[in-house]
């Protein structure tokens, strides 16, 4: 069993950023990311994700993503910047204080490309990559359509042109997160649960990286998680802060992957939990189940930007050493 | 209706109905205040907090007095001393720390506070801000504070088992609070909860933190709820068991879409129906605020009737929220005088039919 640490991903921004950038696109939601930003935008956003890797290298992550600097919209970014979606209205992220523009799909969800191009900017500054992707479910469930007409058609498009996207990822990418915080918050009533898993399924096969599907939020329903274990993933995220009984429930009583995630840092509080107790939740959890778990990748539940940088940084360090001398003592057995 | 509402009601009101006019809170920052506190940030400049005070207290003035002009019964400072709704009460209370900025949304940051250790009174939060705006203003001052719901839910939380008991003993904190400005005079309290939108399932807990708020509090000083941007059939008819006088209401932004909601079954307490969108830059006209306070007639006679903007209009340019509260005010005076001559049918039910 090796543990591996790692996150979610997005990331905060470094505070000097959020003042440059907020500085040179201003402050309204016509300002915001686009895919076409100006070379002065880029660049801060090249230091910033440069600045992003060296963080996580410094906390001894196993993992490494690319920190998602440019998610304005957050899980919907890949579609706000995609050329047949407008970016309509403001709207709540989920039940979260926050807010990202709608993603009105108005035509066909052709080939991007954006999030391969900034994992080659990443690839050049680590061996240890992850990418991380919106789950097809959640995507489709923060848009608006307007083309396909139909909710099926419309996740299976979604879940196409993500498939696409990850196709074209770089071969340096070890690792795909797929994050579906939807199939927890707006579950998949009968039917719908066996489609998200199809389109889950869809985008896994697109890659030949292990492919993680994280839900986060509590505990899928045990039908949805039940369906999900289908799709050909290599390991399913279990979201123990925000839910550890339900989850180890799901894992007893229908089995999961030879690997699982394991949310166990709290990515929206600032109470930073330490090494111990990092260490501590996992071996609960495997306590708690009679699996042999192949990898487990030791991670915070959510994306990391609800957090003040400080805050942030210590997790990270918090998840690095966790494993980090757990490694070293394997590594001396080993020896 | 409350019997705490005719005090409001001004020696030289013109007409025999009386529709409190008021605001929520919140008013742009005149320009040259806003300078005065990028002096202040910056270390290089020869201006301390006596100078910021100086600053805060001539806008103070400035904006109370806007806001008497523009005729409303009830006023405010515009909350020039203040930031944000929840950061400055954080600061002023202790246990809570600060780390630095997160994402609300785009570029857009709010410093949100860490609960670190159980919260506890320190120095007065808005006495001084009540007494030099009382002491300028020649119509009674509103306080609003924000609630204990929202100030433990857009938090982070780290030294209490759950918001719930977090929210319970900030909601003895603006207790104290409150009494406090009660003893300097203040009459007329509202509560802001915009947390409450968020998370409707969580009504029960605002009521229970709004009886802790509510006690002791003498029956003439006038407690209003602050509740805006949400789906309210998740939250009605269960909040009309809060001990508030008052529910202020953003009903203009959503054209009154929500206010079937309201009128089944009846609105026992007074309503301060939103007239105007604290969110579009341009002015409503006297006859289109007219026609919106009409609308509050559907769900509450007059008696229970205040006026009021959808929530604070601190993003609009100041001309234009300046315009809004003087054509509210025109438009109530109005429809007051319709009142008064019979030409209005009011549709809600009368109290004397309860």
């Known amino acids: 069993m090796t543990r591996i640490a790692t ?3 997005l990331f905060p921004l470094p505070d000097d950023a959020k003042e440059a950038l907020s500085d040179l696109k201003g402050h309204q939601k016509g300002d915001l990311v686009s895919g076409d930003e100006s070379a002065d935008v880029s ?8 600045e992003l890797v060296a963080v996580q290298q410094d906390a001894g992550l ?3 993503v690319e920190g998602q600097a440019r998610w304005d919209d957050m899980l919907a970014h890949p579609l ?5 979606v407008s970016p309509g209205g403001i709207v709540r992220y989920y039940d979260n204080n926050n807010f990202y523009r709608d993603p009105v799909v108005e035509g066909e969800l052709t080939f991007s490309g954006d999030l391969a191009a900034d994992l080659e900017a990443a690839a050049d500054l680590t061996d240890d990559l992850q990418a991380v992707v919106p789950g097809p479910y959640s995507l489709a469930d923060l848009a608006t359509d307007e083309h396909y007409g139909d909710d099926a058609d419309f996740q299976a498009a979604v879940a196409d042109f993500l498939a696409g996207e990850v196709e074209a990822f770089p071969e340096a990418v070890e690792t795909v997160f797929l994050l579906e915080p939807s199939l927890v918050e707006n579950s998949p009533g009968d039917g719908a649960d066996e489609r998200a898993s199809e389109a889950v399924d869809t985008v896994a096969g697109a890659t030949d990286a292990e492919v993680v599907a994280h839900p986060y939020w509590g505990a899928l329903d045990e039908k949805v998680h039940a369906h999900l274990l289908d799709a050909d993933v290599d390991a399913i995220g279990y979201d123990l802060v925000a839910d550890h009984d339900d989850n180890v429930y799901n894992v007893a009583e229908y089995g999961t992957k030879d690997s699982v995630a394991l949310g166990v840092v709290d990515g929206q509080n600032t109470l930073v939990e330490s090494p111990d107790t990092i260490r501590e939740r996992v071996d609960w959890f495997e306590g708690q189940v009679p699996n042999d778990f192949e990898d487990v990748y030791v991670t915070a539940n959510t994306g990391l930007f609800y957090l003040p940088v400080n805050r942030f940084e210590e997790k990270l360090r918090a998840l690095g050493a966790a494993t980090g001398s757990e490694s070293v003592e394997e590594a001396e057995v080993e020896a | 209706m409350t019997e705490n509402r005719e005090q409001f009601r001004p020696d030289d009101h013109p007409n025999d109905h009386f529709l409190l ?5 919140s008013y742009p920052k005149p320009k040259w205040l806003d300078r005065a506190n990028d002096l202040y940030e910056d270390p290089d400049a020869d201006f301390g907090a006596d100078e910021l005070a100086e600053a805060e207290d001539d806008a103070a003035r400035l904006i109370t007095g806007e806001h008497e002009r523009s005729g409303l019964d009830v006023v405010v400072d515009g909350e020039m001393r203040r930031n944000e709704m929840v950061e400055f009460f954080a600061h002023r209370i202790d246990g809570y720390e600060f780390n630095g900025p997160v994402k ?3 570029h857009n940051y709010f410093d949100k506070p860490s609960v670190v250790d159980e919260v506890s009174y320190d120095e007065s939060w808005l006495v ?9 203003a020649d119509r009674p001052v509103k306080v609003p504070i924000t609630g204990p719901y929202t100030l433990a839910n857009w938090s982070f939380n780290e030294a209490y088992d759950d918001e719930e008991s977090l929210a319970y003993d900030l909601a003895d904190l603006v207790n104290e609070e409150i009494e406090k400005l009660v003893d300097a005079g203040a009459r007329y309290i509202q509560i802001d909860e915009p947390a409450l939108a968020t998370t409707p399932d969580d009504h029960a807990i605002v009521g229970e933190c709004l009886e802790r708020i509510a006690a002791g509090i003498p029956d003439d000083v006038r407690i209003g709820l602050h509740v805006c941007y949400g789906d309210y059939s998740r939250i009605y008819p269960e909040i009309l068991e809060f001990p508030v006088d008052e529910f202020d209401l953003e009903l203009a932004n959503g054209d009154y879409e929500q206010l079937s909601v309201f009128q089944d079954p009846a609105f026992t307490a007074d309503l301060a129906l939103g007239v105007v969108d604290a969110h579009v830059a341009e002015v409503e006209s006297v006859e289109q605020i007219e026609a ?3 609308k509050g007639l559907e769900v509450v006679p007059p008696e229970q009737l205040t006026v009021s903007p959808d929530c604070g209009v601190k993003l609009l340019p100041r001309e234009v929220a300046y315009g809004k509260m003087a054509n509210l005010v025109e438009a109530a005076r109005n429809v007051e005088a319709d009142l008064d001559s019979g030409d209005i049918d009011v549709a809600a039910p009368t109290p004397a039919d309860d």
């Not at chain 1, 660049?43 to 440069?50: G, H, K, L, Q, S």
């Not at chain 2, 001084?128 to 300028?136: I, N, R």
């Open chain 2, 128 to 136: 001084d801000e009540y007494e030099f705006t009382a002491s300028v």
């Open chain 1, 80 to 84: 706000t910047v995609h050329d047949n």
């Open chain 1, 7 to 9: 996150t979610p991903g």
């Open chain 1, 43 to 50: 660049a801060v956003y090249d230091d910033v994700r440069e």
């Open chain 2, 104 to 106: 609300v949304w785009g």
């Open chain 2, 292 to 294: 919106n306070i009409r």
């Open chain 1, 62 to 64: 196993d993992r490494v």
């Open chain 2, 21 to 25: 006019t008021t605001v929520v809170g």
